[in-house]
């Protein structure tokens, strides 16, 4: 069973390190646990805000406790004053919009639309994948023809990259350090060595609301361009939100509990694979905002992030899945 479960732990990780060679799906873990603080951010495009957030200010301070199989060692913010939690708004896109950046993209501009969304015509379907959802503002965009030839220059990428997004109305203003992957394709050679065909840039963006950064779904924005510098690829999902409701801070401790429970009941995952370490140390703490889940998925809310180890014997395997803990005193959503 110990050798199971470090397998689970080490794939699992792998898994992480292949996704993100490409797409950044979740929080940089070196913004933790220094990550920049600030006051909350003035109004601006991109980021409603239909009232001023409240104050709030952070202490860095030590935490070292045991309780059963799980301890936490790691210094960790401690929150004073009331966090805003934000409700996420419904996008206003017009079809004359999206037609317009459908045509940019290379596609017809006649673009079917319905109750649900904005979709390519007949005359496009299999040359490329385009839709816009008028609930969450998400794009994708993909044409399955670009990927040729080799990538830019970096800093050429991201120019690009901007530019289009910024010509379009689409450039969030909380958005923050671009970094530039590389989606690829190779062959076998005739002397039967691998071999690269084609690459192109896939730059993405990170995002921070009142100086904390967004962790997963609700900060998605992704550009992929080919070796001209010709977008083939979008996926936004970066919604627009407004202050909804402020709370006070669930303590750090108490979020431990949260999560040491949480874990007791559902474990760690692998693949849908439950398994339960001996013992799990917390070694660093971040704080973010996420997107809820279930009933609460329309809302961003502040969450603590735990990472650690899980240990079986004299083994120990960092766990990269994050466990997220609601910041919402007497919330007690947790997730992995």
């Known amino acids: 069973m110990q050798n199971c479960n470090k397998f689970f732990l080490i794939a699992f990780f792998l898994g992480i390190i292949l996704t993100t060679g490409c797409i950044n799906t979740g929080v940089d873990q070196s913004l933790d646990p220094d990550i920049p603080i600030t006051t909350p951010a003035s109004t601006q495009p991109g980021a409603v805000i239909t009232t001023s957030p409240p104050s709030f200010t952070f202490t860095r301070q030590m935490l070292t406790m045991t309780n059963g199989s799980y301890t936490i060692n790691a210094t960790f913010p401690r929150v004073s004053g009331e966090l805003p939690v934000y409700s996420l708004q419904k996008p206003n896109f017009t079809k004359a919009w999206v037609k317009t950046l459908a045509e940019d993209l290379g596609m017809s501009p006649d673009i079917i639309e319905s ?32 990927r040729s030839g080799q990538p830019q220059p970096p800093t050429q990428a991201i120019s690009d990259a901007n530019n289009f997004l910024n010509k379009h109305g689409i450039m969030p203003a909380d958005a923050y350090e671009p970094v530039v992957n590389y989606n690829g394709g190779q062959s076998i050679s005739p002397s039967g060595k691998p071999q690269i065909d084609w690459q192109t840039s ?17 900060a998605k924005l992704e550009v992929e361009l080919d ?20 709370s006070i801070a669930k303590s750090p401790e108490m979020a431990f509990f949260d999560s040491e429970n949480y874990i007791n ?3 760690l995952y692998w693949n849908a694979f439950p398994f ?36 079986q014997g004299d ?22």
């Open 115 to 146: 109750d649900n969304g904005f979709s390519v015509n007949s005359s496009d379907i299999g040359k490329y994948y385009f839709y816009i959802r008028k609930d969450t503002g998400e794009i994708s965009f993909q044409n399955f023809s670009g």
């Open 276 to 311: 339960w370490p001996e013992k799990i140390v917390i070694h660093q703490i971040g704080f973010v905002y996420v997107q809820g889940i279930r009933n609460e998925s329309g809302y961003l809310k502040p969450a603590y992030v735990f990472w650690g180890d899980g240990i």
């Open 227 to 246: 070796s001209n510098g010709n977008i083939i690829g979008i996926h936004k999902n970066w919604p627009e939100y407004q202050i909804n409701k402020t």
């Open 202 to 218: 896939v730059i993405n963006y990170k995002r921070k609301i009142n100086g904390l950064p967004v962790y997963g779904a609700a």
């Open 315 to 336: 083994k120990s395997d960092r766990f990269s899945s994050a466990i997220i803990v609601s910041a919402i005193d007497g919330d007690p959503e947790c997730r992995i």
């Open 265 to 267: 009941t559902h474990g």
